[in-house]
């Protein structure tokens, strides 16, 4: 027998597979169709993604407004007299816990620590029912339970093996409980030898087979299904699929949190475990509900960041192997979506092929394809300008930056200051220089809660500290751009991190570049050349340090490790002296942690046993060293919070490699 709220659910689908394709303008006009919580939810999921992906104050509002509507009405749902389906009213609460989650996550894409602790007060009011779905749904964990990695895994091994969460097999379910009730802790895998219960979806959670091998204790278990438990159909699909969600996507978001808003609510109780957040995700992306899709979303976007920004990753193959399963899924339903032809290029760049990244953007780009979702085609724009630059095309990415002020509102100051930087590189100064003029008053016109964004407030001292070298030169303010050694697209590429994933041709195009700057680096004999008649390019600390920076950096991703060494240390060094640039001391330091890993890794690719004392003692100092950035990364330090997320993500990768090599965390 049909679930009575099976039809509903798969008109709600048809919208969302519309939004997948590209046409969110379909999606809305099936969404207002009807006034029922999944309707009313879908379009609140509109107006979030338009939000999150164009930081659109406007479409905060707007999504606020919807998910507010939607978490009301599933309520009321929630609350409602059930038939005698078990479990009935299962799928409301879900559609609730996706509402107030959503609700979390639209007040903290202000990115201000008020923003936050409205996200940290919705999802306290979401915790309970996260414990209480995920204990029914779940109620002997994720062991055993398909993700597409583990998919992609059984077609190259002939055999199906799901791995197991490192925290999962070890200790139990962390969940938070808020400070009016008591902490819950529930286990995950069960005693060594008792029987593993039978959950009431164990037909669809079931990861294996009914009778299964089990991971911890040894033995052999069955699992009884019970005559009255539900038929398996699309509502049940969802309460799994959605359970796994809401819990991966809850625990995941509070770990992501900037620490000092995790201190800052730490009096609620909240804990965390990210791996097995990532875990219940993937459980969630390998089914078919609308729930998997957002799931492989999320791990899409964490398993790029991680890529591009963490430095170094404990087992990047792995990574790169899951993030294109989950891609390929996706993609084969959803072929005109943008958000998964952006995660194929990204997939290509971070493979360090940038060029064939190139090609599928500019492919997505083409007008022949679905573009009435903006803000996902943005994404691409925005993606597409960030490669170009990665592989010095500057013409073509100052034309995609200068492009994105077309799309969307949020700095284009900081498009048009990475813009001039393109020009510089180009020799086009009288451009560039039209292009800074224009920066000013682009500032002036984009407050957010009445502040200037990160990027924009580092822009304006850099645009103090060029006119203020050109004034102390007895040289016109109106021509600045004179003063100015080094692009501030290589600069503020920095904390993009495009120097880490280029060719090593690219890098030594790079080195030759700052090392022609006057006065030579005196710890490489560059190639020199003359500058501005008596003058140097680069004239005070705030310069030297980010030459040296910039050198390390690209040092490193050409295989050079101890010049890489030299210079990076070089920078750190100079930090006592840095006037404005204030925010190099704690990258440098972090960068050089980078390195520590970098290196060792080179040595284990030619002999393993060479390399296996020296990861012990890498990781060490690499640890000792973010001690040290996070240190130097403080509220007035430019750009802290990227720092702090970069921080925490290298530390989950040394962690791992820990456990990789079996090395205590205390060695």
Not at 317 to 332: C, F, G, P, S
Not at 340 to 364: C, F, P, Q, T, Y
Not at 545 to 552: D, I, K, Q, Y
Not at 583 to 589: C, F, K, Q
Request: charged fraction near 20%; glycine fraction near 8%.
């Amino acid at each position: 027998m049909a679930h009575p709220n099976a039809a509903l659910l798969e008109s709600t689908t048809k919208g969302f597979d519309a939004l997948f394709s590209n046409d969110i303008v379909a999606a809305r006009k099936h969404f207002s169709g009807k006034d029922d919580p999944f309707h009313v939810l879908g379009l609140g999921v509109c107006a979030f993604l338009e939000a999150a992906l164009g930081m659109e104050a406007g479409l905060m509002e707007e999504a606020t407004r919807c998910l507010t509507a939607a978490e009301l009405g599933s309520r009321k749902m929630a609350k409602a007299p059930k038939g005698r389906r078990r479990h009935e009213g299962l799928e409301w609460e879900i559609m609730n816990a996706d509402a107030v989650v959503l609700l979390g996550l639209t007040q903290a894409l202000s990115e201000s620590y008020m923003g936050y602790l409205q996200c940290m007060y919705s999802l306290n009011s979401a915790h309970s029912k996260f414990t209480k779905l995920y204990k029914t749904v779940f109620p002997n964990g994720l062991e055993g339970h398909i993700t597409p990695g583990s998919l992609a895994s059984s077609r190259s091994n002939s055999s199906l093996k799901a791995a197991v969460s490192r925290s999962e097999a070890a200790s139990s379910l962390s969940v938070a409980s808020s400070a009016s009730t008591t902490a819950t802790t529930s286990t995950i895998a069960p005693p060594k030898s008792s029987p593993i219960r039978a959950g009431f979806f164990s037909r669809l959670t079931s990861g294996i087979t009914s009778s299964t091998p089990s991971l911890l204790g040894g033995g052999v278990y069955t699992e009884k299904v019970e005559e009255e438990f539900f038929e398996e159909g699309p509502v049940e699909e969802l309460i799994v699929a959605g359970t796994a969600f809401g819990f991966g996507l809850f625990n995941l978001v509070f770990s992501l949190l900037p620490k000092k808003v995790q201190l800052l609510v730490g009096f609620l109780g909240f804990k965390h475990d990210r791996q097995l957040a990532l875990r219940a995700l993937a459980v969630s992306a390998a089914k078919d509900d609308v729930h998997g899709v957002f799931s492989g979303l999320v791990l899409m976007t964490y398993h790029g960041v991680v890529l591009l920004l963490s430095g170094y990753q404990a087992n990047e193959q792995r990574i790169l192997r899951e993030y294109k399963a989950i891609v390929d899924k996706v993609d084969k339903k959803y072929p005109q979506g943008a958000l998964w032809i952006l995660n194929r290029a990204k997939i290509l760049r971070m493979s360090h092929d940038a060029e064939g990244a190139i090609r599928v953007l500019e492919e997505g780009l083409k007008p022949e394809r679905p573009h009435s979702f903006a803000q996902a085609d943005t994404l691409l724009v925005f993606e597409l300008a960030w490669t170009l630059l990665s592989q010095r095309r500057y013409e073509e990415a100052a034309n995609m930056f200068i492009k994105l002020t077309e799309l969307n509102s949020w700095s284009h100051a900081t498009y048009y200051f990475i813009a001039a930087g393109c020009h510089i590189s180009l020799g086009n100064m009288d451009k560039a220089q039209k292009l800074f003029d224009t920066i000013p008053d682009l500032i002036d016109k984009k407050k957010v809660g009445g502040k200037d964004l990160p990027t924009e407030v580092f822009i304006k001292k850099k645009l103090a500290f060029y006119k203020e070298k050109q004034a102390r030169r007895g040289a016109s303010e109106r021509m600045f751009v004179q003063s100015i050694g080094i692009s501030p697209a290589e600069e503020i590429g920095v904390f993009w991190n495009t120097h880490a994933r280029v060719g090593t041709l690219i890098a030594r195009a790079h080195i030759l570049d700052m090392s022609a700057l006057t006065p030579p680096p005196t710890i490489v004999i560059p190639i020199s050349r003359s500058g501005t008649p008596g003058f140097h390019d680069l004239d005070t600390p705030d310069e030297l340090a980010l030459r040296s920076l910039l050198l390390g950096i690209n040092y490193r991703t050409a295989g050079e490790y101890l010049t890489a060494r030299a210079f990076l240390t070089d920078a750190y060094e100079q930090y006592p002296r840095i006037k404005v640039s204030t925010w190099i001391g704690g990258v440098s330091m972090f960068e050089l942690a980078v390195l520590d890993l970098k290196e060792v890794e080179s040595l284990e690719r030619v002999d393993v046993s060479e390399s296996s004392s020296g990861w012990t003692e890498a990781l060490k100092n690499a640890s000792a060293k973010l001690d040290v950035a996070l240190g130097l990364s403080t509220s007035a330090t430019d750009l802290s919070s990227r720092l702090d997320s970069r921080i925490a993500m290298l530390r989950d990768e040394i962690t791992s490699k820990r456990e990789m090599l079996g090395i205590s965390s205390s060695a």
